[in-house]
């Protein structure tokens, strides 16, 4: 059976760090690009980062450029997303997802992604 599994979500202040993390079973983790989404109430999914499936390509929605890292461990099949000076604007539910894509263009379409996580809530407080 093949999980992705969301944990380190929570809530901190304006200006703090968080970092999430999501573990992947049932399947070769390393054979797959990996994809954090985020939805906030009464919005879309939407693109936060990416990673491809080696780890030496990742991409960024424009608005968390600078703040927000991801990174994995294939040994560990997981995989992180860092968040630095945070905001009440990144108030959401993250998701993880799994995916093959070979340009990082397509990892920012959520329908590549063919494995979802169920979700963890990050809560930024002003």
């Known amino acids: 059976q093949v999980q992705l599994v969301e944990s380190g979500g929570g809530l901190v202040q304006a200006g703090g760090s968080l970092r999430v993390s999501c573990t992947v079973s049932?399947?070769?983790?390393?054979?797959?690009?990996a994809g954090w989404f985020r939805q906030a109430p009464g919005k879309e999914r939407e693109f936060v980062a990416a990673i491809n499936w080696i780890g030496d390509a990742r991409g960024y929605v424009d608005s968390v450029k600078g703040r927000f890292t991801i990174s994995r461990d294939n040994a560990k099949n997981t995989v992180y997303l860092q968040m630095n000076s945070l905001t009440p604007e990144d108030t959401a539910v993250y998701y993880c997802?799994?995916?093959?894509?070979?340009?990082?263009?397509?990892?920012?379409?959520?329908?590549?992604?063919?494995?979802w996580g169920q979700g963890t809530q990050v809560t930024v407080s002003s």
């Open positions: 997802a799994a995916g093959k894509f070979l340009s990082l263009a397509r990892s920012r379409v959520a329908a590549t992604y063919n494995i």
């Open positions: 049932g399947l070769t983790f390393s054979n797959y690009g």
